[in-house]
């Protein structure tokens, strides 16, 4: 009747058949981008646009590489903006402060540019190199200790543990671990990523749970409010802190520029860019919660495969161990320029296990025309990231774990996932990509290549490969339910020393 002629009249993409009110909901699955990707299958084989209503919000799905460049290049401007939501709200610091959740316009465009002209820049990122040597060689002692007495690691933790302390220091500078803070940082981002899961909920499933009386959203909104409250402590603390400190020292600040962490600089360049004490602590807020779990997520997933696929953890060693000088204890940032197959290792992991399935939701600003359908304006847009990445159109075995196909000569060697390959976006693309792909890959690629070079790998007595549990749970961020433990046993070319 009217949905058909309002169709007719507008064009809209290819919709499964719904029910009244919950719409599609029933279709969607434990697992939202594998659901999602069945039902394109089924439901669009054209041009990768998809209309799913989640409860009575209209979703567009965008499931193909073609229909990503339109979305994520030729509409960017159109699509660049994010669906408010409650919890963020009231997690972080309202919308006109939000940086990663904010809508598209002049507050977000500030607050990207400082952060990617002077915080998350390559030269930035750079200088931290030394901070991440540190945290690494902290890492493999303990890890030596484990593997003295044969002891079992939870590798999950270890490198969440890891990634979480690279970010603090960044942040925080030096003393982070000073009263315990980087550890209350690692509890504080756990708790958002349980409150995200529901931001989730909100978003891909209104109506599921929220209209259970308002319960849900009540009880989500509390919660919310609770780690708003701890998050602003101990981010004001710590912003006092380095105010005290740059009052100190503020005749010698140019010298200082080289080391200053993120608050440093971010208090220096305050007042040109107009931004609040607030603005501050959301940014630092979505630098916790963006940088910590999405790069251990990595780490972990690449350990996974590489203990399913014994050949190559065995080739990645072999690189690992020749290109790194003989005698060095560790593997150094200068030593990673030559290790092609490390690299190729992190795009195979990143390309069959984005940490970020679905990007973040997207909005549309204005009506947009995209193969002749018309999307409308205030459209909320996921980006079905894992789907693209593995779609068999682009990808040979699309399913497996072949990290040649980027080696030289190899399938997939020209495709990169910096924004202009649409197969392969697991950092997204156009004006809303991540700006911290630098910054993660780092943490990424040293403690990667360490882990490899210091150490050979054994499943805990009694685990098969064949039992390493691959079952996902689905949030924001996508993690495996089972935790990775596993036995390191130390490598004899690498000389002893250094255990604490
Ligand atoms: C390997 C690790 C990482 C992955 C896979 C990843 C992935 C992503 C993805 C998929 C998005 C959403 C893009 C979109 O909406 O289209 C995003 C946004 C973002 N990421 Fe990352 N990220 C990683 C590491 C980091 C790090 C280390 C930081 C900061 C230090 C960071 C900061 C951010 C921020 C602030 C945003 C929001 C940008 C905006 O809305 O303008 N990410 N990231």
């Not at 409250?229 to 020292?249: A, M, S, T, V, Y």
């Not at 600089?265 to 501050?280: A, F, H, K, P, W």
């Not at 000088?325 to 030593?335: D, R, S, Y």
């Not at 990169?416 to 997204?428: R, S, Y």
């Amino acid at each position: 009747g009217t949905d058909k002629s309002r169709r007719q009249l507008k064009r809209l993409p290819a919709s499964p058949r719904g029910l009244p009110v919950i719409g599609h909901l029933h279709l969607i699955g434990d697992l939202p981008h594998v659901s999602l990707r069945d039902l394109a299958a089924k439901h669009d084989h054209t041009n990768g646009l998809m209309l799913v209503r989640l409860g009575t919000v209209p979703n567009l799905i965008v499931s193909t590489p073609h229909a990503a460049q339109a979305v994520l290049r030729t509409h960017d401007h159109i699509f660049a903006s994010r669906p408010p939501s409650t919890i963020v709200d009231d997690l972080q610091y309202g919308p006109s402060s939000n940086f990663g959740a904010a809508p598209y316009g002049e507050h977000w465009r500030q607050v990207r540019k400082l952060v990617t002209t002077h915080l998350l820049t390559t030269k930035k990122v750079n200088s931290y190199h030394l901070a991440r040597q540190e945290e690494v060689c902290l890492v493999m002692a303990k890890l030596r200790n484990a593997a003295a007495v044969g002891m079992e690691v939870d590798i999950s933790e270890m490198v969440n543990t890891f990634t979480n302390d690279v970010v603090c220091r960044a942040v925080s500078g030096k003393f982070f671990r000073v009263e315990g803070r980087n550890k209350l940082f690692r509890e504080l981002i756990e708790v958002n990523s349980v409150l995200s899961a529901g931001f989730c909920l909100e978003n891909y499933f209104p109506g599921r749970l929220a209209m259970l009386l308002g319960m849900f959203t009540r009880f989500m909104r509390n919660k919310a409010a609770v780690a708003h409250k701890r998050w602003d402590e101990l981010l004001e603390n710590i912003i006092c802190d380095h105010e005290r400190r740059r009052f100190k020292h503020s005749a010698e600040s140019a010298e200082q520029e080289q080391s200053a962490d993120f608050i440093d600089v971010m208090l220096s360049v305050q007042e040109g860019y107009g931004i609040t004490r607030d603005n501050i602590k959301a940014i630092l807020m979505d630098i916790f919660d963006a940088g910590t779990n999405t790069s251990a997520l990595v780490l972990e997933f690449a350990m996974v495969e590489l203990m399913c696929n014994p050949n190559l953890r065995t080739k990645l060693q072999d690189e690992v161990r020749k290109k790194t000088p003989k005698g060095q204890e560790l593997v150094n940032e200068e030593n990673l320029a030559s290790m092609s197959y490390l690299r190729a290792v992190v795009k195979e992991t990143l390309r069959l296990h984005p940490p970020a399935p679905l990007l973040l939701p997207h909005q549309s600003m204005a009506d947009c025309e995209i193969d002749g359908y018309t999307i409308p304006s205030g459209t909320r847009v996921i980006i079905n990231s894992w789907a693209i990445n593995r779609d068999p159109e682009s990808w040979e075995k699309a399913d497996e774990f072949i990290p040649e196909r980027f080696t030289d000569g190899g399938s997939a060697a020209a495709i990169d996932f910096k924004g202009n390959n649409f197969q392969f976006i697991p950092f997204g693309a156009g004006r809303r990509m991540c700006p911290g792909l630098n910054f993660g890959l780092a943490s990424v690629e040293i403690m990667l290549a360490n882990l490899m070079y210091c150490f050979d790998w054994n499943l805990p007595t009694g685990v098969d490969k064949q039992d390493i549990d691959m079952t996902e749970v689905f949030g924001l961020t996508v993690h495996r339910k089972e935790k990775l433990v596993l036995v390191p046993k130390l490598h004899d070319t690498v000389p002893s020393g250094h255990v604490i």
